[in-house]
């Protein structure tokens, strides 16, 4: 191997070789689908099943172990009402607080007065600093995968609303005239937070796959 040439980072050993052999070269969109899915249900199955806090904290850090582009592979083109799609979207709101969490605490400090329920939901230490809401995002994703998945989709879902109040309340009143680009993040946020809401009701229902 030459000195120039790029490694691709080792991934999870609970994605097994089968499975991803299924994204070198040209890809079937069944398979694709079907990789998806079990890999999301691999990556549950092993968190849940062995109890190990190095593990758990592997997993809350997959992204910046192996990097949010390789779980987009895999997950990102599935919808929120599939196990990979809610994980994705798990998994894509910690990138983005981690991204810049000082403008996600202070949109959520904007947003939480004025969604009250969701705030207490989506548990953010008071106050709600860029620590406090990493804080949240890493506990989140612990809890997906060793607690009750649907209260940590629950939560990421509350957050996303209360994040995208304060965006809103942000477009109005700190950038006149409205500011577009935070309008259109405040929709995005929201959509996915009602998508987390119906992957929450899904999963206790013992539909969520």
């Not at 997993?59 to 997950?75: F, K, N």
Request: with cysteine.
């Amino acid at each position: 191997m030459s000195s120039g040439e790029q490694v691709r980072p080792r991934r999870p050993a609970f994605f097994s070789p089968a499975v991803m052999d299924t994204f070198q070269g040209d890809i079937d969109p069944v398979q694709r689908i079907e990789a998806a899915h079990r890999t999301a249900a691999a990556l549950v199955d092993h968190a849940r099943s062995g109890g190990d806090p190095a593990a758990t904290a592997r997993i809350v850090a997959l992204a910046d172990i192996y990097g949010l582009d390789e779980i987009a592979e895999l997950w990102s083109a599935r919808p929120a009402s599939t196990l990979p799609g809610a994980l994705w979207r798990i998994y894509a709101l910690q990138a983005g607080i981690r991204q810049d969490p000082l403008a996600m605490s202070r949109a959520f400090d904007a947003g939480r007065h004025r969604a009250p329920v969701h705030e207490a939901v989506a548990g953010v230490a008071d106050p709600p600093g860029p620590t406090e809401v990493q804080d949240m995002s890493d506990a989140i994703l612990g809890g997906a995968f060793t607690g009750d998945l649907a209260d940590a989709l629950e939560r990421a879902a509350a957050f996303c609303h209360v994040v995208a109040t304060g965006l809103a309340v942000r477009a109005d009143t700190e950038h006149p005239p409205r500011d577009d680009s935070l309008t259109r993040q405040a929709s995005g946020l929201a959509r996915t937070g009602t998508e987390l809401e119906l992957a929450a009701k899904l999963w206790r229902s013992g539909e969520l796959s």
